[in-house]
Nanobody
């Protein structure tokens, strides 16, 4: 059974930084695309950043220049470095692996940014 486990969330003041990690129980090279999604209360889940198996990335407009997604295939881990955090970044952050016809999700980690 595939497991994705996020960590690194927490409470931070506006302007601060956090680094999220997503550890996978599978070789993440099998994930054609991996991504970080977030869901704020009362809102739909949205894609924040994605990275392909070859390392190409894309970001949601509001996080460009502040967030950086990366993956370490050797250690089966994906990261999201979040800088200059804003209160509107507050959400539960989920990691995702898309492999063939399958989508795998972690359980989420809470990020709370205080003003």
């Amino acid at each position: 059974q595939v497991q994705l486990v996020e960590s690194g969330g927490g409470l931070v003041q506006a302007g601060g930084s956090l680094r999220l990690s997503c550890a996978a129980s599978i070789t993440i090279f099998s994930c054609a695309t991996m991504g970080w999604h977030r869901q704020a209360p009362g809102k739909q889940r949205e894609l924040v950043a994605a990275i392909s198996s070859l390392g190409s990335t894309n970001y949601e407009d509001s996080v460009k220049g502040r967030f950086t997604i990366s993956r370490d295939n050797a250690n089966n881990t994906m990261y999201l470095q979040m800088n200059s955090l804003k209160p509107e970044d507050t959400a539960v952050y989920y990691c995702n692996c898309a492999s063939g016809f399958f989508q795998y999700w972690g359980q989420g980690t809470q990020v709370t940014v205080s003003s």
